[in-house]
């Protein structure tokens, strides 16, 4: 293996310990100090956990549950609350998700497109600022790591991927991992009901 293709690998570990390692800022504190314009809401009113796919080159699966949690974090801040219009609009959407597992990209501008500006700005402002964070500690954790460390995350990597392949082949087998394997569709399919619940009850 290249060491490139090592080094990319590495990447795709770290980012998916960072997400999952990443802890909800407590969402009293966020209400109790958030002040001045809603638009351009500080740091700590921020979400600190978007749960996302493993793998983090699903693009869509990931713009999914960050659409569908930074609704549920957006509607507990002062002015932002979706209204029981948006959400007589959205529900449909959501429960289509719900129910395919994946939302297109006309249907997620479709929620947008429900928003005011300042429900916008909020989660634009949200997103760019996950982004940053996962970004630095990314770099971080991989300037920390030894070269031992890292063959030893990427062929663990590599192990669980081809285990679960030989599984989905219908080959039975297990196989002891240093990466922790996650289920990423329960974890989509929990925000989903979540921001049903969210919506049904504003109706």
């Known amino acids: 293996m290249s060491i490139r293709t090592r080094n990319i690998l590495l990447c795709v570990i770290l980012t998916t310990?960072?997400?999952?390692?990443c802890t909800k800022q407590d969402i009293g504190q966020t209400e109790s100090s958030a002040t001045g314009n809603p638009t351009m809401p500080a740091s700590t009113q921020v979400s600190?956990?978007?749960p996302m796919a493993e793998d983090v080159q699903n693009a869509t699966e990931q713009r999914?549950?960050?659409?569908?949690q930074g609704l549920i974090v957006m509607d507990r801040q002062p002015l932002l609350a979706?209204?029981?219009e948006q959400s007589r609009s959205i529900l449909p959407?959501?429960?289509k998700?719900?129910?395919?597992?994946?939302?297109?990209e006309s249907e997620r501008k479709a929620v947008i497109q429900l928003l005011t500006n300042e429900q916008k700005a909020y989660l634009d402002e949200q997103?760019?600022?996950?982004?940053?964070?996962i970004a630095e500690r990314v770099k971080t954790?991989?300037?920390?790591?030894?070269?031992?460390?890292?063959e030893r995350f990427v062929n663990a990597f590599e192990k669980r991927r081809k285990s679960e392949q030989r599984v989905e082949a219908g080959v039975t087998e297990q196989v002891n991992n240093v990466v922790p394997s996650l289920d990423t569709r329960g974890m989509g399919t929990s925000v989903e009901k979540q921001l049903i619940e969210m919506l049904i009850s504003k109706l």
Request: hydrophobic share 45%; aromatic share 4%; no cysteine.
């Open 48 to 50: 600190q956990e978007l």
């Open 64 to 68: 999914l549950v960050m659409l569908f």
């Open 141 to 150: 954790h991989r300037e920390a790591l030894t070269a031992a460390e890292r």
């Open 82 to 84: 979706l209204t029981a």
């Open 17 to 21: 310990f960072l997400l999952v390692g």
């Open 93 to 95: 959407i959501v429960r």
């Open 127 to 133: 997103s760019k600022q996950l982004k940053q964070r």
């Open 97 to 104: 998700s719900e129910e395919e597992g994946s939302i297109d």
